[in-house]
């Protein structure tokens, strides 16, 4: 991490420095900084430009990019080789995109449908990172024009479903693009901090953050109080945004006309074209009640409840995230003090009356929903820099975090919604005499079974000293720092051999999977408890068979002819058990073979005990 300089007598930064608050958007991205004057937030642009530049990266015949304005322009001319909606492929594979493959216009690379998507244009592969740091790369230099100084930091923002490969992902592009990334900070959560809500130490609050934008849909749920920023919960959607009411509209023409999508297809400038008119045709909507143009010889016409009608089923969808986002925030609807809007397509009026209507109040418009988060990006990288040392960020995990047990069950570490930067340890141990090795797998997810749930990675914590089973203290400790990327580390406690792994999963899931994820978990709740029991006590019948084995081979003449058929009985019968699906069962068998053995055991430890006094040594494997 990089040093800042920091004047120790004021707590502020260094005149030099300055850190810019970037969002990186599907559609737009912009920069803001503080003004060092008026200590408001304002977003950078050129005398009267837009302040948004389109996340469109086009390459020229050389491979020169050229991004923002220019590069819009060519969409429809050259559609093969102009990148939107990049954001889209962050930390993703071919797999997780493949259902949308009709949606980008250029090629996205499939031939192996389980490393991560890469975009050719020409001869030239390019990654998510690549293209999202030639956008951050034009945001910098824009803002170093505007500014005329060096811009080297910044505080950029994902959508709080991000997972930790795209979190890294977007990282990596801002270092791609010279810049150093001081922050990876949620857009919720910018953009309340953007609405000042909280920066008075007196207000407490319970706020709802609805951010519709081009490509991503978020809710998030804050408690704000003294000045301290609490997510209690967010939902969302990476596949629901402005984008799709443009595709709505498109279809509609679409099937109006009677023309095909195959038959579309055969004309990739006519599909951008479409598609522009689409987006105009809404964004008109949003103030007027009919939009007509002409398109290739034919005229197009919508009315606004027509496309109220084609965008109800998506709205509704958010609507339906509004409510598990306030169940998941353990509040009710009417306990949301504030409503802020975030994303441009909240500006179709439709959006903004349903949201009002499902929180029964009216919402937060005031501040321009596109410029929004890329405020409150700049109010964090002031509170970085240490300017305003009263409020604090925090920030949730999505889903709980865990480890594999014995049987492939779940040990949740750290549970779902838990603030970050977090951290939390459990001790383990082995399960075999001279375990020298064990095997950690990192699982996401709120099922009980770690097959059900999505596997983050695995490492080995090798080279423990040969020891009993269940004498080693393996403690596992996760971490997860305030950019929401999560390190896990091991280590034996007697022996001092330690491991540790940064997650970067191989490809990241999408916030519909994870909606997905929390379904299911609530849907098999009943049978995932009854699994967990029932492995349970397989778990512990296979140890007490185990056990009762190895004392047997230890202690052979211990036992009676009488005895050992007795406890031979007892084990066939607890075996037979184990390859049913009755817990009960199994219990009962378990409870049969100790009753039969207490003895044993009872005579087995006077026995040690009475070596023990003659001066030898107890045997640790018994
Ligand atoms: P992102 O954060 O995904 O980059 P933005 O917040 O910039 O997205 O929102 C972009 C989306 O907002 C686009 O789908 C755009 O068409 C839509 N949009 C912008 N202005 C309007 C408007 N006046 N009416 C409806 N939608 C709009
Ligand atoms: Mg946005």
Redesign the pocket.
């Known amino acids: 991490m990089a040093k800042i300089g920091i004047n120790i007598a004021t707590g502020s930064l260094q005149q030099s420095e300055m850190i810019v608050g970037i969002?990186l958007?599907?559609?737009?991205?912009l920069v803001a900084i503080l003004h060092p004057d008026g200590k408001k937030p304002v977003a950078l642009k050129e005398h009267d430009a837009s302040s948004?530049v389109p996340?469109i990266v086009y390459f020229d015949p050389q491979g020169m990019p050229v991004v923002g304005e220019a590069a819009k322009q060519m969409m429809e001319l050259q559609p093969e080789r102009t990148i939107f909606s990049a954001?889209r492929l962050m930390g993703k594979s071919y797999k997780d995109v493949q259902d949308h493959a009709d949606f980008f216009s250029y090629k996205v690379i499939d031939d192996d449908t389980e490393s991560l998507v890469k975009v050719q244009v020409d001869d030239r592969f390019y990654s998510p990172v690549e293209l999202s740091s030639y956008i951050l790369k034009e945001l910098k230099t824009r803002a170093e024009h505007i500014l005329k100084t060096p811009v080297t930091k910044a505080v950029i923002t994902v959508p709080a479903y991000f997972n930790d490969t795209q979190r890294q992902a977007t990282r990596d592009a801002g270092k791609l693009a010279g810049l150093d990334v001081l922050r990876i900070v949620n857009?919720p959560t910018a953009a309340s901090l953007a609405y000042g809500i909280g920066l008075d130490q007196e207000v407490e609050k319970t706020i709802a953050v609805y951010?519709l934008?081009?490509?991503?849909f978020d809710i998030s749920i804050l408690r704000i109080h003294q000045g301290v920023f609490d997510v209690l919960s967010t939902h969302g959607n990476t596949y629901l945004?402005?984008?799709d009411?443009?595709r709505a509209i498109m279809n509609y023409w679409l099937e109006q006309g009677g023309i095909s999508r195959e038959e579309l297809k055969q004309h990739p400038n006519l599909v951008q074209s479409l598609r522009l008119l689409a987006?105009k045709a809404?964004?008109t909507?949003?103030?007027e009640d009919v939009f007509e143009t002409e398109w290739n010889g034919d005229s197009l016409r919508i009315t606004k409840a027509t496309f109220e009608g084609l965008v109800k089923g998506l709205i509704d969808q958010t609507l339906e995230s509004c409510r598990m986002a306030v169940k998941d925030a353990g509040v009710q609807v009417g306990d949301i003090d504030e409503v802020v809007m975030?994303?441009?397509?909240t500006?179709?009026p439709a959006v903004k009356q349903a949201v009002s209507a499902f929180f029964g109040k009216s919402v937060h418009d005031e501040v321009n929903?596109?410029e929004v988060?890329a405020l409150g990006a700049a109010i964090q990288a002031d509170i970085l820099a240490g300017n305003n040392k009263d409020t604090l960020l925090l920030d949730i995990t999505p889903l709980s975090l865990g480890i594999e047990t014995m049987g492939g069950l779940m040990d949740v570490l750290i549970p779902r919604n838990s603030k970050v930067p977090t951290k939390a340890g459990r001790q383990y141990t082995t399960q075999k005499d001279g375990q020298s090795g064990i095997r950690i797998s990192v699982f996401q997810g709120e099922r009980d079974m770690v097959k059900d749930n999505r596997k983050l990675g695995e490492f080995n914590l090798t080279g423990i000293p040969a020891m009993p089973a269940g004498l080693p203290k393996v403690d596992i400790q996760f971490l997860i720092n305030a950019d929401g990327i999560l390190s896990v580390s091991a280590k034996e406690l007697r022996s001092g051999v330690s491991q540790s792994i940064e997650i970067q999963p191989q490809y990241g899931l999408t916030d519909s999977q994870v909606e997905q994820m929390l379904m299911d978990s609530i849907q098999h709740a009943k049978t995932d408890i009854a699994l967990r029991a029932l492995v349970e006590a397989r778990t512990e019948g296979e140890q007490i068979l185990e056990m009762t084995e190895r004392f047997i081979a230890k202690n052979p003449t211990l036992l009676s002819g009488d005895e050992l058929k007795l406890t031979a009985d007892a084990m066939q019968a607890l075996q037979l058990a184990l390859t049913m699906e009755d817990k009960n069962l199994i219990q009962n068998k378990v409870e049969a073979l100790n009753e039969v053995t207490r003895p044993f055991a009872e005579r087995a430890m006077d026995q040690a005990v009475g070596q023990a006094l003659k001066g030898k040594t107890l045997d640790h494997s018994v």
């Open positions: 969002d958007g599907t559609t737009h991205s948004l996340s954001k857009e951010d934008g081009g490509g991503t945004g402005g984008d009411f443009d987006e809404k964004k909507l949003s103030s975030v994303g441009g397509s500006r179709v929903p596109d988060v």
